[in-house]
Structures are given as C-alpha cells and as structure tokens.
C-alpha cells in the first residue's frame, strides 16, 4: 500500500530540491558532446599549447571513459590579459591536480565574488561563442584556460561600483567552484552583463582569441 506524504514529507522533498538548484545560475551548464562535429585536444603536464588529436566527432567524457573535471582536482591562477575598446580580456588557467585525467567541455560559470565562499556581486558571466566548443583531455598536471571578458562597469549607467577581489568559476558540468584573485570595481546591478567567458581551451592560452 502506498500511503500519501504528510506535510513534513513534502517540505523535506522541497527543501532538498531547493539546496540541489542553488548554484545552477552560475554553473556551467553545456551539455555534454555526442552530437554534431567536434575537437578532441589533449593537455600534457607543462604545455602552452595543443593541437587537435581527431577532428571527427568526439566521445563524451562518459564514453571514452575519462571523467569530467571536478572543481577539488583543479587549481586556479590568471595567465596572461590586455586591454581593447573598454574591455580587459583576461586569461584564467586551470591546472588538473588531482592526480589523473580529467576532461573538460564547454562553458564554465564564472562571477565576481565578495571572497572564497563569499555572495556573489552583479550577474554571472555570459557566454562568448568566438572560440569553438571542443572536448580538452587533461592529463595530471595538465592545463586548460578560459578568456574572461571584463567590461569597464563605469560604462553602465545603472551601474553601482563596488569593490571585488575575487572570481569564483564552477568548471562545465560540476556544482564545485575554484577561486582566484582578481582585483577590480564590478557593477553590482545584477541586470547589467558585464562580464564574459569563452569555454575551455586547452594549454596556458592568451589573451586573444
């Protein structure tokens, strides 16, 4: 016999869920690859650079049996940057410290921070389609880097300027973040999109495309 959940049943369920959805407005959220075209490159401990190791379509992290990255097997530090036009393209570099390969795909999520495991301050990064999607293998102690666009908050009307020290970024596909510091004045009006990252690319990177 089935019996019909009490009240108490029901807020658990509810409370449970709303604790699993917290972080999904800033988490990187791609799907995994399986359909279409895509590029599989591979990066070695040390490397600056990859180049493509197939250019048919790749397997998901699932299927070739390398797991996704996990925000606790990656280390965080900013590369390379310059300025253009109001925007500073900034590089962040991700290194795989956990001790095996890992794979990442897609986009991650990325936000100003009041402080490592501090609230967010203005809106999460948009998604910048300039670099192309591709599956990046990172071997132990390999590197994958993300170019995050920061637009001059000052330009914004509507926006408020505060004072911000750090990035919070949830590598594609996972609800953990890593954090880096990064110093400068954020818009903390929410509506205004200041901010803008590429997915992953493989190897330390620069600062263009």
């Not at 869920?17 to 490159?41: E, F, H, M, Q, R």
């Not at 948009?126 to 908050?153: F, I, R, S």
């Amino acid at each position: 016999m089935i019996f019909p959940r009490t009240a108490t049943t029901r807020v658990a369920a509810l409370a449970a869920a709303a604790g699993a959805c917290t972080l999904i407005a800033a988490c990187g959220s791609s799907p995994a690859p399986g359909a279409g075209a895509t590029t599989t490159v591979t990066a070695q401990a040390g490397s600056t650079a990859s180049t493509p190791a197939a250019s048919s379509p790749a397997p998901s992290a699932t299927a070739s049996g390398t797991p996704g990255c996990l925000a606790s097997g990656l280390q965080a530090r900013l590369g390379s940057s310059q300025g253009t036009a109001g925007t500073i393209y900034q590089v962040v570099v991700l290194t795989n410290t956990s001790g095996s390969a890992c794979t990442l795909y897609g986009y991650p999520g990325v936000s100003f921070v009041t402080g490592a495991g501090g609230s967010q301050v203005g809106a999460p990064a948009t998604k910048n389609p300039a670099v192309t999607v591709t599956l990046v293998t990172l071997a132990a102690g390999g590197e994958a880097n993300l170019l995050l666009g920061v637009h001059d908050a000052g330009a914004f009307p509507s926006c408020t300027l505060t004072n911000v020290g750090w990035l919070r970024i949830y590598p594609p596909g996972d609800y953990g973040s890593v954090y880096v510091q990064y110093k400068t004045q954020a818009c903390a009006n929410a509506a205004e999109k200041t901010l803008s990252v590429t997915p992953v690319r493989p190897g330390a990177g620069s600062a263009s495309y």
